[in-house]
């Protein structure tokens, strides 16, 4: 047990007991007035997970956790953060008593908790105006609960993080919500699936983000139109000194909204996380983005571009043009070869030629993570990625399926990223396909250094499809 246990997380079953168990311990507490992170335990996460568990003992879990943790602040700890996810309130009685008493608390996730539309407006005057970190993801919020979410961001004065994603907040919720926040300090936002339309923006310029210095802008899994984006272009553009993540993909942007966003970024030297997945955008608009990511002083060589980390452009109708264009942007750029390691191209009709030109473009990078999932890559791009692949030993997730590669190169990848120094690998290749006669020998390449695989095979003519993971 650490002396300072101000972000030591405690699990709410048994934090109680830790309180107690010891004077030793109770005088650190009250010498240091340790807060604490409150998550439910082990044992209550598992019996809730139960399938065998009826509603009644489910419900009896949730009231154990809310329960012991209104003991936890009650005594000597006082609780920084709580967290909850996946479990349904069918009173919220005990939550509400829970965050009065909590005058102290700055994060409080409830993601997927399905509370009720009544209890949640209640739950929503109890939280404390301390909080700094409110996420509500997965919670059913409409137009109903819109009122009180606007009193309560009204109240939360020092918010530096909002998560509303996966709700039906539309654009008519959004205009009021935007509107209600006071705080000054808000740098991440999260507002991915709330059918969204980017002429909400326009039509009230002064309620969007674009007041707002952003580190982190999720917009993902909306109806945002490339034509109707230009306060969303303002935020980036705002927030350009400090814009560290950025993501609006399966929008509808296409080739102008891509075409704009790309000179929006064009200041943004701190983005790290780009994702303009699924937006149809085509190898023209990719063309505009990579641009952005070059260095713009021209005949100096040590001038560096955006050095992102992670880049995803999958959905988006490219070729094998597009992949020359990556090529192109990546050779001499060795501060973006050093920085990037998360990589998708999935999704995209890049064909062979389009594939190896990716894969040797990325050869000099430290790839923790690559997808080139229905990429139409055949057996010419496998024995190419098996051969680069010894250059990435911190490769941690490949995704390969839905293409054509075969036996061989599919084993050669698999004996590679088995020998790869991360102690956790992943891989995807469902949708390949195999020889019978190569089966076994792939088997017992994952069943290698305790390998936990999850194989279905289906015959199809005289071959087998391989559908699976493979953790290492």
């Not at 009180?148 to 994603?165: H, I, N, Q, S, Y």
């Amino acid at each position: 047990m650490p002396v300072d246990l101000a972000e030591h997380v405690i699990p709410a079953s048994r934090v109680v007991l830790l309180c107690m168990s010891s004077k030793k311990l109770a005088d650190i507490v009250a010498k240091t007035k340790c807060r604490v992170d409150v998550r439910p335990g082990k044992d209550v996460r598992y019996a809730y997970a139960d399938i065998n568990s009826t509603n009644a003992e489910r419900h009896a879990l949730v009231r154990l956790f809310v329960g012991k943790s209104i003991e936890t602040s009650m005594s000597k700890f006082m609780i920084r953060s709580f967290t909850m996810h996946a479990m349904v309130i069918n009173n919220v009685d005990g939550l509400n008593a829970l965050l009065r008493l909590s005058t102290r608390l700055e994060i409080l996730d409830l993601y997927n908790n399905h509370i009720q539309e009544d209890d949640i407006c209640d739950m929503f005057c109890a939280v404390p105006s301390s909080v700094l970190v409110l996420r509500l993801a997965r919670q059913w919020i409409n137009r109903a609960a819109v009122a009180p979410l606007c009193g309560l961001l009204t109240r939360l004065v020092l918010l530096t993080e909002l998560d509303l994603r996966e709700n039906y907040l539309n654009s008519q919720g959004m205009q009021a919500l935007t509107a209600s926040i006071t705080s000054t300090q808000l740098t991440r936002v999260h507002l991915g699936f709330n059918h969204l339309k980017s002429r909400f923006w326009n039509e009230h310029p002064m309620l969007g983000f674009d007041r707002f210095v952003l580190h982190t802008l999720d917009l993902q899994h909306n109806m945002l139109q490339g034509s109707h984006c230009d306060s969303l272009y303002s935020c980036v553009r705002g927030s350009a000194g400090l814009l560290t993540a950025l993501d609006v993909s399966y929008n509808d942007l296409r080739l102008l909204g891509i075409s704009y966003l790309s000179a929006a970024l064009q200041h943004c030297h701190k983005l790290r996380h780009l994702n303009v997945a699924g937006n149809m955008c085509g190898d023209a608009a990719l063309a505009l983005l990579l641009a952005a990511l070059r260095p713009h002083v021209p005949g100096d060589d040590t001038a560096t571009g955006i050095c992102l980390q992670t880049l995803d452009v999958g959905n988006n109708k490219l070729t094998a043009a597009s992949a020359r264009l990556f090529g192109r942007c990546l050779l001499g750029n060795v501060a973006l070869q050093n920085s990037l390691c998360n990589v998708s191209f999935s999704f995209n009709e890049l064909q062979d030629a389009g594939a190896q030109v990716i894969i040797e473009a990325l050869m000099p990078c430290s790839l923790r993570k690559l997808g080139l999932a229905q990429c139409a890559m055949g057996e010419a791009s496998g024995l190419c990625l098996a051969g680069t692949m010894p250059h990435w030993p911190t490769l941690a997730s490949l995704d390969i399926h839905g293409n054509r590669l075969c036996s061989l190169s599919l084993l050669l990848i698999a004996k590679s990223i088995s020998q790869n120094e991360i102690h956790e690998k992943e891989m995807l290749f469902f949708g390949n396909w195999s020889m019978q006669d190569s089966t076994h020998e792939l088997d017992a390449i994952l069943a290698a250094k305790d390998a936990r695989t999850n194989i279905r095979r289906v015959p199809f003519a005289d071959d087998v499809r391989l559908n699976g993971r493979f953790p290492v």
